[in-house]
């Protein structure tokens, strides 16, 4: 992959024509229109259409341009961490989690370890899962928080906690009085839902379509949170795991198991190239420990990590049990 043509499309992208990305570049406009041919070329993509004397992305090259923008950016950080290397300075981490546990687990075990660890440069992005190749394959970050098992042939998965699907709903639902909300209660409800293709919703697209079950109506969502919101503002129930919920205002949602119950699990994923890191490690353990602490018996479980000898459960005290959270299952 030529670099510079990779500038020539970043420039056309942001100047909106070849002779503005040709100054820019300092550059003669024929140099450019070839770069960005030798791109489309290479790629296989047709990457702008043209309309009234400027250069408009298509779809293929607004999705290129997603991708290209973060290698771009990895590209002009290479003399800063070069500076850092040279003058010894302190370790950075840098974080990944998707955005379902972005708010309930992962901000307080990052903000935990940053309180704990002032000399580590802590970075936290949030990407979705169907990013997840391109990250793994850039290797982008040290440590992720998300579904697991993953099945990228170069990520290596820890499981550190399962949780129950629930049904979420606004507090006040007639459906908050029952004891188990059934797939076939929620068909004729309006359902909260991400939009296709997204993992949680493959996971409960899965679920109806065994039970033969249609959703009469549906909201599309493009986050968790919005989901969330959505709920709790009336705009409908959701299905998604309790674990995702703690950091919504208990006061206005609660939560009821669904039958039939499927759980699903959240871990910690790396590189499997990657070097044991003890800072990696001491981030996994806070994450361990908040999960104990949002533990609850047959909805949010910690999966244990394998016994060794002598060992104990990490951010425990011996004898020690989870705490269980003020939660919306009331």
Known sequence: MNIRALQAFNAVVLE????????????????????????????????????????????????????????????????????????????????????????SVVA?????????????????????HRDLDGWIN????????????????????????????????PRDHPFARKEVVTLEDLASETLVQNFPGMLLRRQTDAMFD??????????????????????????????????SVLATDPTRIATRPLHPMKWVTFGAIRHRDDDPDPVVDALVDMLRARIAECAVPGSIEVVEPPPTPGSRHPGRKPGETAAKPHGPHT
């Open 16 to 103: 909106g024509s070849v002779s503005a990305a040709a100054h820019a570049m300092n550059l003669g406009q024929p140099a450019v229109s070839r770069l960005i041919a030798s791109l489309e070329a290479e790629l296989r993509l047709t990457l702008f259409k043209r309309e009234k004397q400027r250069l408009r992305l298509t779809e293929e090259g607004a999705a290129f341009n997603r991708e290209a923008r973060r290698i771009l950016a990895a590209l002009a950080d290479i003399p800063r961490i070069a500076e850092e290397i040279r003058a010894h300075r302190p370790k950075r981490l840098r974080m990944v989690t998707m955005p379902r546990v972005s708010l």
């Open 108 to 128: 307080p075990a990052v903000a935990r370890f940053s309180r704990l660890h002032p000399e580590v440069k802590m970075s936290l992005d949030v990407r979705s």
């Open 138 to 169: 850039g290797r982008e970050y040290d440590l992720s928080f998300g579904n697991v098992p993953v099945s990228h042939w170069a990520a290596r998965s820890t499981p550190l906690v399962r949780a129950a699907l629930e049904v979420l709903m």
């Open 210 to 243: 065994a039970q033969g079950i249609q959703v009469e109506h549906e909201l599309l969502a493009g986050t968790s949170q919005i989901t969330q919101h959505l709920v709790a503002h009336g705009a409908g129930l959701a299905i998604i795991d309790r674990l």
